[in-house]
């Protein structure tokens, strides 16, 4: 059901400081910045290659998760995010199988993608995220051999 590894999150406290540390020093470029009121951050995506990011996420408030992530654990990786081909059909069948999911529908996330986010409990500690896209730069599989067909 993963197709990828779409991005890595890290919690920031300031955007702008890491955005030019991580331009600055692994030459990364960044292809989208949002604010996502709705889960509570102001975020820059940083493109490893087409399909693969890392998420800078800095909170719009102390209560939002990102910010209670902060005060408890400081700056670090907060959640992983995988691609998945219908994020409706893998909440279905990930819900079918014990795991319970933080969202009841997809919502908006970045460059116009559908996500949700499975509970960190039932995943190994891991806050994990589901992500569709149909974004061009953000390739379900990448080259022949990665091809669900083989
Ligand atoms: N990774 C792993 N564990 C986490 C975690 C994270 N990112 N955030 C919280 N936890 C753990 C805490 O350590 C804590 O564990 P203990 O009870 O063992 O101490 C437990 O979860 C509860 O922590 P909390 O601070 O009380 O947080 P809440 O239960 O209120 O919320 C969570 C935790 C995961 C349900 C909430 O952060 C959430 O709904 N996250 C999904 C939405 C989100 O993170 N949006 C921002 C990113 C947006 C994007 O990627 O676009
Ligand atoms: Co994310």
Redesign the pocket.
Known sequence: MFVRID?V?I?VHDLEEKIEFFTKTFGLTVVAREV?EE???K?AMLRVRDGNYV?L?EPLTPD???G??LA??GEGV??V?FGVPDVAEAMRVIDARGVRL??ERPRH??MGSS?A?L???DVT???T?LVQSDHPGRPLFHGNNDSPEG
Do not use: T
Request: zero cysteines.
């Open positions: 991005h999150g919690a996502n889960q509570g951050v975020e998420q996420l939002s998760p990102v209670k992530f408890r654990r907060h959640h995010a933080l969202d996330g970045s996500i986010f509970h960190p409990k500690g891991v806050l995220e």
